[in-house]
Nanobody, 126 residues
Framework: QVQLVESGGGLVQAGGFLRLSCAAS????????MGWFRQAPGKEREFVAG????????DYADSVKGRFTISRDNAKNTVTLQMNSLKPEDTAVYYC???????????????????WGQGTQVTVSS
């Protein structure tokens, strides 16, 4: 299995930026597709971005397209979410997740992800 630890959350004003990182340890990082999800109070956990094992073909939720960028470094066992032009509605706990399935493409379904980090809080003030 793999252990995931997120970092980089915090408080930022609307229009600002944050960079979230997820460090993986355990099994070979490159075997996992990786995703970022978020959960706001009273809402379900939702897909934000995902990336294939190779780092290609990232996928994004419509709400973050053009503002967020996901990337990974398999040599450093990390996946990063660069968040620009942040909005108050981006406020949530952000989770890193790993998908161990053999399917090549990124899945947006949280139930398909096998391992989760503990989450990091992102708060965007207006």
């Amino acid at each position: 299995q793999v252990q995931l630890v997120e970092s980089g959350g915090g408080l930022v004003q609307a229009g600002g930026f944050l960079r979230l990182s997820c460090a993986a340890s355990g099994r070979t990082f490159s075997r996992y597709k990786m995703g970022w999800f978020r959960q706001a109070p009273g809402k379900e956990r939702e897909f934000v971005a995902g990336i294939r094992r190779s780092g290609g073909d990232p996928d994004y939720a419509d709400s973050v397209k053009g503002r967020f960028t996901i990337s990974r470094d398999n040599a450093k066992n990390t996946v990063t979410l660069q968040m620009n032009s942040l909005k108050p509605e981006d406020t949530a706990v952000y989770y890193c997740a790993a998908d161990d399935s053999s399917i090549v493409v990124v899945t947006t379904n949280r139930n398909d992800y096998d391992y989760w980090g503990q989450g990091t809080q992102v708060t965007v003030s207006s």
